[in-house]
């Protein structure tokens, strides 16, 4: 069975961090490129970063400079470092992985950054 779970989320407030993470199981492997995205209330779901089998990273604007992404092919986990966090960064967080026309997406995980 393919799954994608995240934790990690929570409250924090502004200029804080939090580390997000996203176990694979099932035929989600290496090969894979796998990214992070963010839906926050009344707004489209948008791409955060992703990361290629060969660890090359892309960053929305929004969050160059204060996220990264990392994985580790060993326990088939990928990971976002989210630094300086501020209140417009307050979403559920959700992993995704796709290869070719195959694509899965996690539950979500809800970031709060609030004071």
């Known amino acids: 069975q393919v799954q994608l779970v995240e934790s990690g989320g929570g409250l924090v407030q502004p200029g804080g961090s939090l580390r997000l993470s996203c176990a694979a199981s099932?035929?989600?492997?290496?090969?894979?490129?796998m990214g992070w995205y963010r839906q926050a209330p009344g707004k489209q779901r948008e791409l955060v970063a992703t990361?290629?089998?060969?660890?090359?990273?892309n960053y929305a604007d929004s969050v160059k400079g204060r996220f990264t992404i990392s994985r580790d092919n060993a326990k088939n986990t990928m990971y976002l470092q989210m630094n300086s966090l501020k209140p417009e960064d307050t979403a559920v967080y959700y992993c995704?992985?796709?290869?070719?026309?195959?694509?899965?997406w996690g539950q979500g995980t809800q970031v709060t950054v609030s004071s």
């Open positions: 099932g035929s989600i492997n290496r090969f894979y490129v």
């Open positions: 990361i290629t089998s060969g660890d090359s990273t």
């Open positions: 995704n992985a796709r290869r070719g026309g195959t694509e899965y």
